[in-house]
């Protein structure tokens, strides 16, 4: 029986799956099921560069006080997408989706993606575990990295059907700001300044230099060759 990766990715995303499996990373995934409105909401004052790094905190921190996770690394990952200084997450509606596409058809946004590694491998300090007897959350005192890039976004002209026809898909429904590189969304795409991975919803250079931080070698987390 294989030993279970290093690396495990606090996310259900496929996007950010796929970047690592394209990138050789071996993982598992486990779902934080972090309240993300919640923390939004009491996070008001946050831009929106240090509002995805303290959800990015928050699943990874759940995610780390689970029996599956210690001994391993726990990546947490959120995404933004800023137009005209406004925050845009998911629409999860297709009315909402198309009326971000209209806005930001011929423009230039910026997707911002925070990332926090936690580190599990070593004991917590003596002063408490994950969940002490009060009740409180120790997964902070863990070795941790966090990083946000911002990648800024250039749309195409887009038309009234194709805006339609791509929200009909049900493809940008569950993505920050309404699109996607990785799919249908990256023909409305015509320019990428920065990161490509980041935009799918994690960077492969941030997370190298978050693992050498943590004393780790990026060739410690590839999966095993064939």
Not at 64 to 73: F, I, K, M, S
């Given at each position: 029986m294989s030993a279970a990766p290093l690396l495990v990715l606090?996310?259900?995303?496929?996007?950010?799956?796929?970047?690592?499996?394209?990138?050789?990373?071996?993982?598992?995934?486990l779902v934080s099921h972090t309240d993300?409105?919640?923390?939004?909401?009491?996070s008001a004052d946050a831009s929106p560069a240090e509002l995805v790094l303290l959800l990015a905190r928050a699943k990874a921190e759940a995610?780390?006080?689970?029996?599956?996770?210690?001994?391993?690394?726990?990546?947490?990952?959120?995404s933004l997408f800023e137009l005209d200084g406004e925050v845009q997450g998911k629409p999860y509606t297709a009315e909402r989706a198309a009326e971000r596409l209209r806005a930001q058809s011929g423009?230039?946004?910026?997707?911002?993606?925070?990332?926090?590694?936690?580190?599990?491998?070593?004991?917590?300090?003596?002063?408490?575990?994950?969940?002490?007897?009060?009740?409180?959350?120790?997964?902070?005192?863990?070795?941790?990295?966090?990083?946000t890039v911002s990648t800024a976004i250039t749309f195409a002209e887009l038309a009234e059907d194709e805006i339609r026809a791509y929200t009909a898909t049900g493809e940008p429904l569950h993505c920050a700001g309404s699109f996607t590189i990785d799919g249908r969304g990256a023909a409305f795409i015509a320019k990428v300044d920065g990161d490509p991975s980041a935009v799918v919803g994690i960077s492969v250079a941030a997370l190298r230099e978050q693992l050498a931080?943590?004393?780790v070698r990026m060739a410690d987390v590839w999966a095993p060759a064939d």
């Open positions: 606090a996310s259900q995303s496929p996007g950010r799956a796929g970047v690592l499996r394209a990138a050789g990373i071996g993982f598992e995934q993300e409105e919640a923390l939004t909401a009491a995610v780390a006080q689970r029996p599956e996770a210690r001994g391993r690394l726990v990546v947490g990952c959120d423009r230039t946004g910026v997707l911002h993606t925070g990332q926090w590694l936690v580190d599990t491998r070593g004991e917590a300090p003596a002063s408490g575990t994950a969940n002490d007897d009060d009740g409180r959350d120790r997964t902070g005192s863990h070795p941790a990295s966090g990083r931080e943590l004393g």
